[in-house]
């Protein structure tokens, strides 16, 4: 029919304009990536689309990866340690948001107690507030643990896992009620009936079912972590990548191309995520929670 196809051809059309929007809005991004990325890998930084400015080198990573922060100063570290402490602190807050995600989110899908709404209203309202507001509070309990000017290695990576994953967990919540509310609740009453706890349903029967909403809030709090600077900087004495780039990227002895080479290893993750981000987080349908 005429009408049917004058339809399809519009929707196409609207289709192919709000592509092409969100290209045009996200064309800054990806020039900017794009830039720091060919910069890596080049003598000098690339700033333009002038194809002469780009002088191919791998000088900037074996300076990076030899701990080398500048081209001819003799300034060093040891670069493996902080990917380590940044690794430790994105594998840390990771761990946390999902154990503790998972089990609050279980509770609140199939346990009926007064001011149930109210709680999850409330946990909305928490994950709304700004993550450096939790900054007072964490120097509160740091001081309440440790003497004034004495910085313990591991207590630093405790406080920071702690601040940054109680930003995350409302929102994991959130989601991990959401793939609870989607198993049927016979699977789960079978399962008691044969004289299961409730603790062996949620680890043995009910986390294998959704999958895809464990590996989703594991990256989101992966990420979190990754990504920190406000609570790494403030509370932990070893530096992690986003420390290690924004101290270099202002230093006066700064060799701007290794910086790129760095930025371009803390974007590795990322970049990894949104390659399996929509197979993750999209798998929301009852193909996914039987799987």
Do not use: C
């Not at 194809?51 to 300034?75: C, D, E, H, K, M």
């Not at 340690?81 to 807050?93: D, E, F, M, N, Y």
């Not at 959401?178 to 029967?205: C, T």
């Not at 970049?271 to 981000?277: C, N, P, R, S, V």
């Amino acid at each position: 029919m005429p009408g049917m196809r004058d339809v399809e051809i519009r929707r196409r059309w609207v289709e192919v304009a709000i592509a092409l929007a969100v290209l045009a809005f996200s064309l800054p991004v990806i020039i900017g990536y794009s830039l720091m990325i060919l910069s890596s890998f080049s003598e000098k930084m690339v700033t333009g689309l002038d194809p002469a400015s780009f002088q191919p080198t791998i000088q900037n990573w074996v300076l990076l990866f030899q701990g080398r922060t500048a081209l001819f100063a003799g300034y060093r570290v040891d670069i493996w340690r902080i990917v380590l402490s940044t690794l430790t602190v994105a594998l840390g807050i990771s761990a946390l948001v999902t154990l503790v995600g998972s089990l609050t989110g279980y509770a609140i899908s199939r346990m009926k107690f007064a001011g149930r709404k109210h709680l999850m209203a409330f946990l909305i309202l928490l994950h709304a507030f700004p993550g450096s507001v939790l900054v007072v509070g964490v120097a509160f309990i740091y001081r309440l643990f440790l003497p004034p000017y004495q910085y313990v290695h591991t207590y630093s990576f405790f406080f920071v896992i702690l601040a940054r994953a109680s930003i995350e967990i409302p929102m994991a919540t959130w989601l991990m009620k959401g793939f609870f509310d989607m198993i049927p609740w016979e699977i789960e009453w079978s399962a008691i009936v044969d004289g299961a706890s409730r603790f062996r349903v949620w680890w043995k029967i009910l986390l294998p079912m959704i999958k895809p909403g464990v590996a989703a809030v594991m990256l989101f709090g992966f990420l979190a972590g990754w990504m920190d600077l406000i609570y790494v900087r403030t509370f932990l004495a070893e530096p992690t990548l986003a420390v290690f780039i924004e101290h270099n990227a202002n230093a006066e002895y700064a060799y701007l191309p290794l910086v790129a080479a760095a930025g371009t290893l803390y974007l590795l993750p990322t970049i990894l995520f949104f390659l399996f981000a929509q197979r993750l987080i999209f798998t929301i349908t009852v193909s996914g929670v039987k799987g």
